[in-house]
């Protein structure tokens, strides 16, 4: 997850809520929904990427995943929004990610 912008042989890390998955590229894309980029020194992945994890969502250009709020649920990995609570449940904390 590099860019190398005009002359400068030095490849620059994408910075968070961008990544880059090709070489030789000028500059970093913008996440993807579904995953964030905490910018490509602290990212497990070599691109730059990290899937979102459950009880979060990650919109286009996260930077880190956010909690599903209260009354929604993820409950399952790289959403890019959280599912409303079924009928009958609560799903009062932030971040539920079963009813």
Same mark, same amino acid.
Request: glycine share 14%; charged share 15%.
């Given at each position: 997850?590099?860019?190398?912008?005009?002359? %400068?042989?030095? #490849?620059? =890390?994408?910075?968070?809520?961008?990544y $880059?998955d090709e070489?030789?590229q000028?500059?970093?894309?913008?996440?993807?929904? &579904?995953?964030?980029? #905490?910018?490509? *020194?602290?990212a497990?992945? #070599? %691109? &730059? +990427?990290?899937?979102?994890? *459950?009880?979060?969502?990650?919109? *286009?250009?996260s930077?880190?995943?956010? =909690?599903? #709020?209260?009354?929604?649920?993820?409950?399952?990995?790289? *959403? =890019?929004?959280? $599912?409303?609570? =079924?009928?009958?449940?609560?799903?009062? $904390?932030?971040? +539920?990610?079963?009813?």
């Amino acid at each position: 997850g590099h860019s190398c912008r005009g002359k %400068n042989a030095e #490849p620059e =890390p994408c910075s968070a809520g961008f990544y $880059q998955d090709e070489i030789g590229q000028s500059d970093c894309k913008v996440c993807v929904a &579904g995953f964030y980029c #905490p910018g490509t *020194l602290s990212a497990s992945h #070599p %691109n &730059g +990427t990290v899937v979102c994890p *459950l009880g979060h969502y990650c919109v *286009l250009g996260s930077k880190y995943p956010e =909690p599903c #709020p209260t009354g929604s649920l993820a409950g399952h990995v790289g *959403l =890019p929004y959280c $599912q409303s609570c =079924p009928e009958r449940y609560t799903c009062e $904390q932030p971040g +539920t990610i079963a009813s």
